[in-house]
C-alpha cells in the first residue's frame, strides 16, 4: 500500500514538473449587475485580512474569496495593451520623452495619461459588477525618477504615493480590496517587457549594482508597507510580478533566485509591516518557491499565473499546485482562457477548491480588444496611439486625455456574461 501511495504521489510530482516546463503565453465582458451591496460604506478594521490555514478571513471571522480584475496598463504600460507606438516598453517610452521634452513635461504627460485611463468611473463598474478586488501592477519609476534612486516629490516635498494613496481610498469606499503589485522592480525581476524594460533582469545580479537595485526595493516596499500599514483595504503585498519570467534559466535556478529575492523582501516588508498578507508568486511552476514552514513564513498567500491553451492542462495546475503547496491559500493573480481554454474550464476549478482570482485585465487599448477576451473594456475601432518618437507633446496629451477615458472611448467587450455567473462573492 505504501509503495501505491508513493508511486501515485510520484507520478502527479511529475506532472507538476511537465506543466512547469510548458511554454507561457502573455497575460474580461460588460453590464452592470445589480448584487452590489446596498451598504456601500467602506471599509473598517473589521474587514482587514489575515490568512488562517489554507483560507483568507477578516476579522469578524468571515472567510473571504477575492475575485477581481487586474488593473493592467495604468501605472505602468505594456505596448501591445496601451495607446502608444514606436517604442516597444515602457522604460523607453519614458526615457524617450524625457530626452525630447525635459523630466517634468515628461511626467506631466504620464500624469495626464494616468489620470484618465483609470477615474473613479472605472471604480464604480469593477464594483458594480460584483467584483471585491482589484490587483493595481505599478513600477518603480512611479516613485523614482531616474535609476539611481531620484524620489519624486509632491507639493510638500514629501516622497509623491499620490496614485497609490487615490485608488486604495476610493477603492476602500467601494468596498474594492486592493493587491498592491510590484509589477517592476528596480533593475528588472525578469526578461519580460511587461516589467518595464525588455531584456533587464539585473535585480538577482550579484555586483554592486545588483545590490544597488536590491537596496531601491527595500526602500521602495518599506515606504509602502509603513504607509499602508494598518489599513484594511489593502489585501496584501505583491512583492515581485512574474520573477524570472522569460529568462533562459533552468528551474533550479529559478527557485534558487526566487527564494534568494523573496527571503529579503519578506524579511524587509515584515521590519516594517508585520501584519499584512504578503503574497509571492511562482507564477509557472509550484517548485519555484518553497514550502512555507521552511522558510518561517507566515500571513502569506502563494500566486501562480495562467495562460495556457488548455481545460485539462489548467485543471491539472490548479489541483497539483494545491496538492504541492497543501497549507496556503492559493490566488490566481493573473489568468484568461487562452485560445482552447475555457471561461468555464477556468472558473469552475478554481471556484471549487477556493481559489481567489484576478482577471487579466479590466481595459485595453488595441485593434480587436473591443471584443477580445483579454479585457472587460476594449477600445473602439480607430482610437488614437500616441506616436512617443514623432508626436509632439501637445498630440500626445491630447491622445492621452479625456478620450482615452472609458466612458469615451472604450466599450463593452461583450465577455462578461461569461464571466459575471462565476463570480459569487457578492450574491
Not at 118 to 147: C, H, K
Not at 348 to 376: P, Q, R, V
Not at 392 to 416: C, F, L, M, P, V
Request: aromatic fraction near 14%; charge should be negative.
Amino acid at each position: 500500500m505504501k509503495k501505491v501511495s508513493l508511486r501515485i504521489i510520484s507520478v502527479m510530482l511529475s506532472l507538476l514538473m511537465f506543466i512547469s516546463l510548458l511554454p507561457v503565453g502573455l497575460a474580461e465582458g460588460d453590464v452592470p449587475a445589480d448584487d452590489v451591496p446596498a451598504d456601500n460604506t467602506g471599509f473598517t478594521d473589521e474587514d482587514f485580512l489575515t490568512v488562517k490555514g489554507t483560507k483568507i478571513y477578516n476579522r469578524k471571522g468571515e472567510e473571504i474569496i477575492l475575485q477581481g480584475v487586474n488593473l493592467g496598463g495604468w501605472l505602468i504600460q505594456e505596448d501591445w495593451l496601451c495607446p502608444y507606438e514606436e517604442v516597444s516598453d515602457h522604460y523607453t517610452l519614458l526615457e524617450t520623452l524625457i530626452e525630447r521634452f525635459g523630466l517634468e513635461t515628461a511626467y506631466g504627460l504620464l500624469n495626464t495619461y494616468e489620470d484618465n485611463f483609470i477615474t473613479e468611473y472605472d471604480l464604480d463598474q469593477i464594483a458594480e459588477m460584483g467584483f471585491n478586488a482589484v490587483r493595481v501592477p505599478f513600477w518603480y519609476r512611479n516613485f523614482y525618477s531616474d535609476d539611481v534612486g531620484t524620489k519624486i516629490l509632491d507639493e510638500n516635498g514629501e516622497w509623491d504615493f499620490s496614485k497609490l494613496d487615490w485608488v486604495v481610498s476610493e477603492c476602500s469606499e467601494r468596498r474594492l480590496y486592493v493587491v498592491l503589485d510590484m509589477h517592476g522592480a528596480p533593475g528588472f525581476a525578469s526578461d519580460a517587457p511587461h516589467n518595464g524594460k525588455a531584456d533587464s533582469c539585473g535585480l538577482y545580479d550579484k555586483t554592486e549594482e545588483g545590490e544597488f537595485y536590491r537596496n531601491l526595493t527595500d526602500e521602495l516596499w518599506t515606504a509602502i508597507a509603513t504607509r499602508f500599514k494598518g489599513n484594511p483595504a489593502v489585501a496584501m503585498y505583491d512583492l515581485l510580478n512574474e520573477p524570472m519570467c522569460d529568462c533562459p534559466v533552468t528551474e533550479i535556478h529559478r527557485r534558487v533566485n526566487n527564494e534568494m529575492i523573496y527571503t529579503r523582501l519578506y524579511d524587509t516588508v515584515r521590519a516594517a509591516d508585520p501584519d499584512h498578507i504578503i503574497t509571492l508568486e511562482c507564477i509557472w511552476t509550484a517548485f519555484a518557491l518553497p514550502h512555507t514552514f521552511c522558510k518561517g513564513w507566515t500571513n502569506v498567500v502563494y500566486q501562480v499565473h495562467f495562460y495556457q491553451n488548455s481545460d485539462f492542462i489548467f485543471k491539472l495546475f490548479v489541483y497539483l499546485t494545491r496538492f504541492y503547496h497543501f497549507n496556503v491559500p492559493l490566488m490566481m493573480g493573473e489568468f484568461f482562457p487562452h485560445k482552447a481554454t475555457t471561461w468555464e474550464g477556468c472558473f469552475s476549478s478554481m471556484n471549487k477548491i477556493g481559489y481567489s482570482w484576478f482577471l487579466w485585465t479590466y481595459k485595453a487599448a488595441g485593434h480587436g480588444m473591443w471584443e477580445s477576451d483579454w479585457c472587460l473594456k476594449g477600445s473602439k475601432d480607430g482610437f488614437y496611439r500616441a506616436k512617443i518618437v514623432t508626436d509632439t507633446a501637445e498630440d500626445i496629451a491630447y491622445k492621452w486625455g479625456e478620450i482615452i477615458r472609458t466612458e469615451n472611448g472604450y466599450q463593452d467587450s461583450g465577455h462578461y456574461e461569461t464571466v459575471s455567473p462565476w463570480i459569487t462573492v457578492n450574491k
